[in-house]
């Protein structure tokens, strides 16, 4: 649809996606705050259709405020069901990235300085926020807009999207730059010119060096940070030979050398050392490693996730989350949606408060709605030898150190190769000249896994 009702009727699709998304949040909180959000948005779109003089403002004017009212009389019953019942909010997000919006994020605050420090370096090294899947790479990225200076401006492309799924160069190209004009706009404000399909198909290497011309006159004195994440589904592609090394990374290489105002950021669970194409064209990778939160960070994840939450948790239960999940903030909201599942289905008198008891009983239901994360590991990140070994080590329960004598008895072959690999996923460590799960809940669902 071509004319001024385009873009009107684009924002509406979004918004309906958007509301479709979080009425499937599974927890009533999440849903409030998702849809408190739109029916803002819905009243900024209202004022500017009010201030507008377009023919079709005064038509689409009456539609925004009936969803806006529609979307607020929902969250106001959601507030009141949630009231009624006494229910607990469980602010925990299961498997999906916390953006910007969700107040549930914590901590990182090290990494962030620590990033900001390296935009500073005059050598401009490409960085890598690396760690293991589900440890909060993308979190991280979504939420850098906040916790960085406005001088810096955060433009990240998350690559198992479009951009990778794209047929060829120029289909590439144009979703990385519709994600940047989409994230300056919503991080900073700034207005970027869009670059269109038809301007990349001749020469879309050459036209795109152009665009960022254009980039960088809009940005003024600001430094942005491009971030690729997930660079693995990018290599992947490449691989298939969708794409060739030579342009894409070249690419990536120029815009290193000879734009001191872009800071590359890749983010994967993989090092550079692990692709060596990727190697041989970025010099010199800063490493950022990212994993575990700090302890006083899960303590507040579990008690103060968000303001005023309703549950309390026994020193000892406490303890026993911190213990089980080491800090991984994927398990700790994993375990503690669990625990307010569970309370939610007590009786008002005892629900506010969560004992030991209470944990041991949500630790089956964690472990079976987790099973994918935990799946992954065992078919995407270890080989054959390595799952035997994890295997091995959670027969031997909790806590248990196996020394390497005993492993070399029982794997002869290529025992170091399969120890590094394990130790470089962090799923081991070395403890007193042996070898253990860094985490008991990953532990107990190899253990699981053996006896079904």
Known sequence: LEGSASPLLHSLS???????????????????????????????????LNRSSDRYAK???????????ILTNHVRELAKTAEL??????????????TEQQAIFIGRTDITAQIEQLLLDQRRPPLLLYGQRRMGKTSLLYNLGR???????????????????????????????????DLAKRQRGITLLPLTRDALKADPFTRFDEWLDDVELALEKNTVLFALDEFEALDRA?????????????MLRNLIQHRPRFKVLLAGSHTLEEF????????????????????????????QPVKDFALRYEPEALQRVLELTRCHPFLVQLLCAEIVALKNEQTPTVRRLAKLSDLEAAIPEALERGSLFFADIETNQVDAAGLEVLCFLAAEGEGSIVSREALSCKFPNELDSTLNLLLRRELIEEEDEGYRFQVELIRRWFALAQKT
Not at 59 to 69: H, L, M, Q, T
Not at 238 to 249: S, T
């Open 85 to 98: 019942h006494q229910e607990i909010d469980s602010p925990y997000i299961i498997g999906v990235p916390l």
């Open 238 to 250: 490449i691989a298939k030979g969708r794409f060739e090394e030579e342009d894409v990374l070249g």
């Open 59 to 69: 038509r689409f004017c009456p539609i925004v405020n009936s969803w806006r009212e």
């Open 147 to 181: 916790l960085l200076p406005n001088t810096i401006v955060p433009l990240f492309v998350d690559l198992q999207g479009p951009a990778t799924r794209a047929t060829d160069h120029a289909g590439l190209l144009y979703n990385i730059a519709r994600k940047m004009v």
């Open 276 to 303: 060596q194409r990727w190697a041989s064209y970025l010099i010199n990778v800063q490493v950022i490693h990212i994993s575990y939160l700090k302890q006083a960070e899960a303590r507040q994840l579990i008690e």
């Open 14 to 48: 979004r918004i309906s996606q958007d509301v479709n998304a979080a009425l499937n949040q599974e927890s009533s909180y999440n849903q409030r705050l998702a849809l408190t959000g739109i029916a803002d948005r819905l009243n900024g779109l209202s004022l500017e």
